[in-house]
C-alpha cells in the first residue's frame, strides 16, 4: 500500500512558478512508476508528467514541455513538479499518482491506467 499526500499548490500570476510535492508512504515507493494529473472543472481529468522508478525516464503533455520538470527523491520518496512560466490554462485541481505495474521498468503511461494510487490533490490557479 502505498499513500500520497500532494502539498504546494496556490493562487500565483500568470508567469509565475509553484513546486508541487507528492509525499508518500510505504517501503515500495522507490520501484513505482508515478505520475502528475490536473483536472479543471468541468472537465476530464488529463495526464501532466510521469517519471519512472530511477527518474532516468520522463514524459510529458505537451501543453507542458519546456515549462514543467518532473522529479523524484526516493530517499525523502517524494515526487516533484516544478512549474514555470504558468498560464491560467493550467489551473485544476494536481493529483500525484503512484503505477505499481511499472515498477523497476523504464515504462512510464500517460492515462490513468496502471495507477493504483492517487493523493487527494492540490489546487493550482494562476490568475491572469
Known amino acids: 500500500q502505498v499513500q500520497l499526500v500532494e502539498s504546494g499548490g496556490g493562487l500565483v500570476p500568470a508567469g509565475g512558478s509553484l513546486r508541487l510535492s507528492c509525499a508518500a508512504s510505504?517501503?515500495?515507493?522507490?520501484?513505482?512508476?508515478m505520475g502528475w494529473f490536473r483536472q479543471a472543472p468541468g472537465k476530464e481529468r488529463e495526464f501532466v508528467a510521469a517519471i519512472n522508478w530511477s527518474g532516468l525516464s520522463t514524459y510529458y503533455v505537451d501543453s507542458v514541455k519546456g515549462r514543467f520538470t518532473i522529479s523524484r527523491d526516493n530517499a525523502k520518496k517524494t515526487v516533484y513538479l516544478q512549474m514555470n512560466s504558468l498560464k491560467p490554462e493550467d489551473t485544476a485541481v494536481y493529483y500525484c499518482a503512484a503505477d505499481p505495474s511499472q515498477a523497476y521498468t523504464s515504462v512510464v503511461r500517460s492515462t490513468t491506467r496502471g495507477y493504483a494510487y492517487w493523493g487527494q490533490g492540490t489546487q493550482v490557479t494562476v490568475s491572469s
Open positions: 510505504g517501503r515500495t515507493f522507490s520501484s513505482y512508476a
